[in-house]
């Protein structure tokens, strides 16, 4: 079935624009790019008609990765239905922003560079994917870490561009960390990654040790999915351009954790205090990011803060049993979130790159596609009923309640939160009158309007289409609970009522904000400093971190002990040397006599050995 | 045993008269087509129409006086010529003249030896003779001895590349390096020669430029360019040194075409087989130049040729009588066919000498090197990819 | 027969081997050093080895020294001249060849006291189909990489030797 | 006595060699340095044709061709080296040559 074509097609484009790029014409490398990507989603197609309805997982071996004693890592792909949905997400939005890209960085610079990095990415994320094994899973866990800080870091000469870049890196290594461990201890447990033996083995091992690995891969998923303590590089992410915010920060690689997670819910349904755990971070990172949200000005932070919030909602569905409910979730969410990025990209566009919502407002009648595009995927995201978003929100929720009561309602108010800032930020933009300074906002072109339209569509209907629930059936355990049309009225009225208050507030009378903002003073400046965490983070772990390395490791340890045996050991060849140096003549025949000398040493050498075993 | 060492030594002698004569006459053929390529006469002289005047070049080099020039290096100086001519005629002690016969009840080869590596000796004995004309270049201690002969070596080694590739591409249609079984794969008619056969029409014309320079003939005889170097290498040569040096010019050129006829031109094999009458070839072309000879010799041009012409006519009447005699065609035949081939590419020598220009010498390296090469490298890609599609 | 063939090579060899060291002009010693190939190519037919045998007059004495005497011409080296000294090589250097030598010999006397004999055509594994066949398939990693070696040589060469960039 | 032992040739091969290094280290200039490592490589791929003819075996062939092809990509360099150390001192006297002391 050439499983190993999805990924290599992108790699193929990252290798030629990679290489060649500087060289080529935006048209090749725009054909490389994204040609790659398209032949890749085709592929993918392809494969998944060729294999039907994939009841039980399909899998290829490569090649022995590791081989040591027993232990042993191949390099093997599989696909079942929960890697066929990924393969769809990743590869089809991902054809779609490639799409939209050519369009958005038409203008900027390193063009080859941004498509290049785009590629690898993809590549990553497919084999992050299509993985069949815990270590495969973890190169491509990693690889699409480094392409995240690549593009985050894509305009090199900005600091705040670089700093984000370095920032998501950094915390980032503290979730792998877990995730290594989760693996070592795995390898102790089961002697083994691979996802089948693993997961058959799961339902007799301990549940301490199960407990214990489910926590460490958790903090391996909190740490990709933005999730409490390690959101904070999220929404410092959005330095990247747009699509790459799209692409990485929204619709896949943050949903990784996600899919991790869920992958691993034979390991969890084993280990119910970790998956307590999962549920508990998830409600709390919905919650928190939603309130943060509330008071941005940044229309890409807004939705930075509104991806760590869904993305709380996500586990929040696996925590509590409902894995494909948190990945039905996944799929409406790369729809509608996918568009709002690129509808804000289009914006920042049309504006020559403002991002501040302050500057913006009234561009309902200059760029009515991507307006309209924008309001419904803001309807999506807010679980306006009938919309997609709305069918995966509500799975989630009636699952939360059927699991813990409060949860359902910390995420209803969490959805009316939800749909206030979402619309807050469409109001901003769209309605009212234009404040900014750019005088000729213009509609994007075509290439960028495209994708917006089909995701439109997408973030409407696109939960009818795939009913993602029914199709992880086989997968995973449905739960079963009654349809309470209580629970979706009061959960979609909270929706209403955070559009409605939205709309009152920035449309209607545009006075209000500020004067909440001022009467609640110290509520406000907490929440537009998003409760400092990136303050207390660098009081509490950076500063020791740091004072403690400069102290101890660097004067102490390497100046000290490293230096001083490099110093010593040099300083003894130093004077060992000089009293060779008089060997060396500068005579190139005294050098050959030495050799046949050493020639002669060699021969006798052998002889005597030769004598002794005669 | 006794009888090998015996026949070996009378084929040695033979072929080695055979040869010192062939040479002188070569000479004389060159002189004669190249004066007739001018509209000239040439030698006239001595003897009916300059017959002998090979003789009396023979004569006047070993009587002239033989000069050593003071400054040489000496050993080197007289090594030089030796070694130069002896090379040129160790490449013919492998090359076969035609198949087994039986004379007096012995069965021999017509050919002194036959190596399994037959062409890499000839290849190896024509790198060596570079050797002959740089020491000579460079023991005459004369600075135009000195370029010609540095031009020399470096032309030689830049040319023996395409020749070898070019001698590659029928070996492996042949598949062997005996020089005697080459000839063997070749046999039938001049449908089964590796040049018709195996399309070698490419690395024939490489095999002849290339063979060209190496001999060192125009239009690749810078290393002698009298209008640069005075004579180049063996300007400082005189005597018999001096016709080593020219015998050795011609020994290569006679090894060279003996090669081509091998290589490419299937050897002493006739174009038809003799059943449609190829055997009648010979007496036919010989026959024909008799009867020609005796109605010039009626109504002559000069008084003298009332007698020459009819001697001649007459002596070629009995060479076709000869050809048609049962005992000896078995072996005439074949060798009446390698000599012409041989002496049709000897005579493309000479034609090419009377009528090319000199090449200047980057162009001759940048000929060798840019075009030779890669064409000759090209043609054995192909013929290599074409010999492993057909087996 | 074979014994009067490799003796009047061997010697051959041996006295121009000597005349490389003792001459002290390069193109005399070049000379020589083709004397002792072109013998060492005979002893290879003896022992066999018609390619190599064929293979070592066309490469090292047609190519290889045509270079040498190529460059030396081209140099117009003349004698060499006295100068300078190594005071280590005139120390050790007659006295480690001796024992290099006698070393040698000894250990090719102790390990083969019983020695095969060499006779022509004791060894017909030797031929240009042998080598090609052994070549082209246990050898053919070497052989690739040989050939890229020669092309680096070429290039570096070719970039050492020409003039100055300009 | 009509074979000639095969020790005769590893004897041969023996003090071709040390002639080679007597080249090497008494001989003073650069070319005839080079041309006693030819000589050098010349002994030992003596020594393998004979070991190949004692086993019977190929491989020792195979061995002698590498060192060839070896031999003229080093010589083909080595020559180059020679060119332009001549160009740059004007002297081929290896002792010359030493400015690699100190």
């Known amino acids: 079935m050439q499983l190993w074509l999805i990924p290599l097609l992108p790699l193929a484009g990252f290798t030629v624009n990679g290489l060649f790029g500087r060289r080529f014409s935006k048209g090749v490398v725009n054909a490389v790019a994204v040609g790659s990507v398209v032949l890749s989603f085709a592929w993918v197609l392809k494969t998944l008609i060729a294999l039907g309805v994939l009841n039980t997982a399909y899998s290829e071996h490569y090649f022995t990765w590791i081989q040591s004693d027993a232990f042993s890592v191949g390099c093997d792909m599989s696909v079942d239905r929960l890697t066929a949905i990924m393969l769809l997400i990743v590869t089809g939005i991902g054809s779609l922003i490639h799409i939209y890209s050519i369009g958005y960085m038409a203008h900027e610079g390193g063009y080859y560079r941004f498509f290049a990095y785009m590629n690898l990415f993809m590549f990553f994320m497919l084999v992050l994917v299509l993985a069949s094994n815990y270590l495969l899973l973890f190169v491509g866990w990693e690889g699409v870490g480094l392409c995240s800080y690549l593009l985050i870091g894509f305009y090199f000469d900005k600091k705040f561009a670089t700093d984000a870049g370095n920032k998501a890196f950094i915390v980032n290594r503290i979730g792998d960390f877990g995730f290594s461990l989760a693996m070592f201890y795995m390898v102790r447990q089961f002697g083994t990654l691979d996802f089948g033996t693993v997961f058959s083995k799961a339902p007799a091992a301990p549940e301490s040790a199960l407990t214990i690995i489910g926590l460490l891969l958790l903090l391996g998923a909190a740490g990709k999915s933005a999730q409490i303590p390690l959101y904070v590089w999220l929404p410092d992410a959005m330095a990247g351009p747009t699509p790459v915010s799209a692409l990485i920060h929204a619709a896949t690689m943050v949903t990784a954790g996600v899919y991790m997670t869920a992958r691993s819910f034979a390991i969890y349904t084993h280990a119910p205090v970790a998956m307590e755990a999962i549920a508990v971070i998830g409600i709390a990172t919905a919650f928190f990011a939603a309130t943060i949200g509330m008071a941005q000005n940044d229309i890409k932070k807004v939705f930075a803060y509104s991806t760590v919030s869904q993305l709380g909602y996500m586990f929040l569905g696996v925590g509590v049993g409902a894995c494909s409910a948190g990945i039905y979730h996944l799929m409406t969410h790369a729809f509608f979130k996918a568009l709002l990025f690129l509808g804000s990209g289009s914006v920042i566009h049309a504006l020559s790159g403002e991002q501040d919502m302050r500057q913006m407002g009234g561009l309902r009648g200059k760029i009515p596609w991507t307006c309209w595009t924008m309001f419904c995927a803001s309807l999506a995201i807010s679980g306006f009923p009938f919309t997609s978003g709305f069918l995966s929100k509500d799975a989630i929720l009636l699952a939360a309640n059927h699991h813990a009561p409060w949860m359902y309602w910390v995420g209803t108010i969490t959805a009316g939160m939800t749909a206030f800032y979402v619309f807050r930020a469409f109001f901003m933009t769209f309605f009212g009158d234009y404040r900014g300074r750019e005088h000729h906002p213009h509609e994007s072109p075509r290439v960028m309007l495209v994708p917006l339209v089909i995701l439109a569509v997408l973030s409407l209907a696109g939960g009818y289409l795939f009913k993602i629930p029914e199709f992880l059936g086989t997968i995973f355990p449905t739960l079963e609970m009654p349809e309470d049309f209580g629970l979706m009225a009061i959960a979609s009225g909270a929706g209403l009522l955070g559009i409605l208050l939205a709309y009152v507030m920035y449309v209607a009378r545009p006075g209000i904000p500020d004067a909440i903002a001022s009467s609640l003073r110290g509520l406000y400046t907490l929440v537009y400093n998003k409760y400092f965490v990136d303050e207390i983070y660098d009081a509490a772990v950076v500063k020791p971190v740091v004072g403690g390395s400069r102290l101890l490791l660097w004067k102490g340890m390497d100046a000290g002990i490293i230096d001083g045996m490099v110093n010593g050991v040099g300083a003894r060849a130093k004077s060992i040397g000089g009293a060779l140096r008089l060997l060396q003549s500068g005579n190139a025949r005294s050098y050959a006599t030495w050799v046949a000398f050493g020639g002669v040493l060699v021969i006798v050498a052998l002889g005597v050995a030769e004598g002794v075993t005669r | ?391 | 027969m074979d014994v009067i063939l490799f003796l009047v090579f061997a010697i051959i060899a041996v006295l121009a081997a000597i005349n490389v060291v003792v001459q002290t002009h390069p193109i005399a010693s070049a000379v020589s050093l083709i004397g002792v190939m072109g013998s060492l190519a005979v002893l290879y037919l003896l022992l066999g080895a018609e390619f190599i045998a064929a293979a070592q007059v066309i490469v090292y004495a047609g190519a290889v020294m045509v270079l040498f005497v190529f460059v030396i011409m081209l140099l117009n080296a003349g004698a060499e001249v006295r100068k300078g000294r190594s005071f280590m090589a005139s120390l050790l250097g007659a006295p480690v060849l001796i024992a290099l030598l006698a070393l040698l010999a000894w250990f090719v006397e102790r390990i083969y006291p019983e020695s095969v004999g060499v006779h022509f055509g004791g060894f017909t594994g030797g031929g240009p189909d042998a080598i090609g066949r052994a070549l082209f398939t246990t050898y053919l990693l070497p052989f690739e990489i040989t050939s890229i070696l020669v092309l680096i040589a070429i290039l570096g060469a070719v970039v050492l030797a020409r003039k100055e960039i300009d | 006595m009509t074979q000639v032992p095969a020790s005769w040739f590893l004897t041969l091969s023996a003090v071709l060699f040390v002639l080679g290094v007597a080249g090497f280290i008494f001989r003073r200039s650069i070319i005839t340095m080079f041309m006693s490592i030819e000589l050098m490589l010349n002994a030992v791929n003596l020594s393998f044709v004979t070991f190949s003819y004692q086993l019977k075996q190929v491989d020792g062939h195979l061995f002698v061709f590498f060192v060839m092809v070896v031999a003229a990509a080093e010589a083909a360099v080595g020559l180059a080296i020679i060119l332009t150390v001549f160009k740059n001192r004007a002297t081929l006297n290896i002792d010359e040559i030493n400015s690699m002391k100190n």
Do not use: C
Not at chain 2, 53 to 76: F, H, R
Not at chain 2, 142 to 160: H, P, T
Not at chain 2, 217 to 226: G, H, I, S
């Open chain 2, 1 to 391: 045993m006794d009888s090998f060492i015996v026949i070996s030594l009378i084929k040695t002698f033979v072929i080695f008269a055979v040869l010192m004569t062939t040479l002188a006459y070569l000479q004389w053929v060159e002189r004669k087509v190249i004066a007739h390529i001018q509209v000239r006469p040439g030698p006239y002289r001595v003897g009916p129409h300059g017959l002998l005047q090979p003789l009396a070049d023979v004569i006047k080099l070993i009587t002239k006086e033989d000069l050593t020039p003071p400054y040489v290096n000496k050993p080197l100086y007289l090594f030089a010529p030796f070694f130069a001519i002896t090379m040129a005629l160790l490449s013919i002690s492998v090359i076969p003249f035609g198949p087994t016969i039986e004379v007096a009840g012995y069965r021999t080869w017509m050919q002194l030896t036959d190596l399994n590596i037959g062409v890499l000796f000839i290849l190896a004995v024509s790198s060596m003779g570079v050797y002959g004309i740089a020491l000579a270049g460079w023991a005459s201690n004369n600075k135009y001895a000195l370029l010609g002969g540095l031009r020399s070596s470096a032309q030689m080694i830049s040319y023996e590349l395409p020749l070898s590739m070019a001698i590659a591409s029928p070996l492996l249609i042949s598949n062997t390096l005996s020089l005697r079984r080459l000839v063997g794969t070749q046999a039938g008619n001049l449908w089964h020669w590796n040049l018709f056969h195996g399309w070698q029409y490419v690395s024939f014309i490489v095999f002849l430029i290339a063979g060209f320079a190496e001999t060192n003939r125009v239009p690749f005889d810078l290393p002698e360019a009298e209008n640069e170097l005075v004579a180049g290498y063996h300007t400082e040569y005189s005597s018999m040194k001096f016709a080593s040096f020219f015998m050795a010019e011609y020994a290569n050129m006679i090894t060279v075409s003996s090669m081509a006829t091998l290589l490419f031109l299937g050897g002493w094999v006739a174009p038809w087989p003799e059943q449609y009458g190829s055997g009648f070839v010979p007496v036919v072309l010989f026959a024909g130049a008799g009867i020609i000879a005796l109605m010039h010799g009626l109504n002559p041009a000069r008084k003298r040729d009332q007698y020459t012409l009819p001697v001649v006519g007459v002596i070629f009447l009995i060479v076709a009588a000869v050809f048609l005699l049962p005992v000896v065609q078995s072996w005439l035949l074949p060798l009446f066919w390698f000599l012409a081939k041989t002496g049709a590419i000897l005579f493309a020598f000479i034609w090419v000498r009377g009528t090319l220009p000199r090449f200047r010498y980057d162009q001759l390296m940048g000929f060798a090197w840019k075009f030779l090469f890669p064409t000759a490298v090209l043609n054995l890609l192909a013929t290599a990819l074409v010999v492993a599609l057909v087996s």
